[in-house]
Nanobody, 123 residues
Framework: QVQLVESGGGLVQAGDSLRLSCAAS????????MGWFRQAPGKEREFVAAISWNGGFTAYADSVKGRFTISRDNAKNTVYLRMNRLKPEDSGVYYC????????????????WGQGTQVTVSS
């Protein structure tokens, strides 16, 4: 079992940066791949970024590649999402999730989800 709590969201202007954090409870955090997803009003939840259990492999959606960076600290049971050069279309609720598989982009493989943190980017 893994419980996930996101933080770090907020209201920012286009071009600003934010860092999201996701704190996990449970002794087996390091065994899970971790992902960030987002959902805008009226849209489906979409993949943003993910990182393998040991941080050795990362994956990004094309829309955020080069602007967002995912990282993890297994000693702190925390995964981060650094978001630079934010755009209005990055707005939405950001969720972190944990998966026991290596299919980082497959949303159905993520069995544990946080409650989400709101990110709003104004133009």
């Amino acid at each position: 079992q893994v419980q996930l709590v996101e933080s770090g969201g907020g209201l920012v202007q286009a071009g600003d940066s934010l860092r999201l954090s996701c704190a996990a409870s449970g002794r087996t955090f390091s065994q899970y791949a971790m992902g960030w997803f987002r959902q805008a009003p009226g849209k489906e939840r979409e993949f943003v970024a993910a990182i393998s259990w040991n941080g050795g492999f990362t994956a990004y959606a094309d829309s955020v590649k080069g602007r967002f960076t995912i990282s993890r600290d297994n000693a702190k049971n925390t995964v981060y999402l650094r978001m630079n050069r934010l755009k209005p279309e990055d707005s939405g609720v950001y969720y972190c999730a944990a998966a026991s598989s290596n299919r980082l982009r497959v949303i159905s493989d993520y069995g544990y989800w946080g409650q989400g943190t709101q990110v709003t980017v104004s133009s």
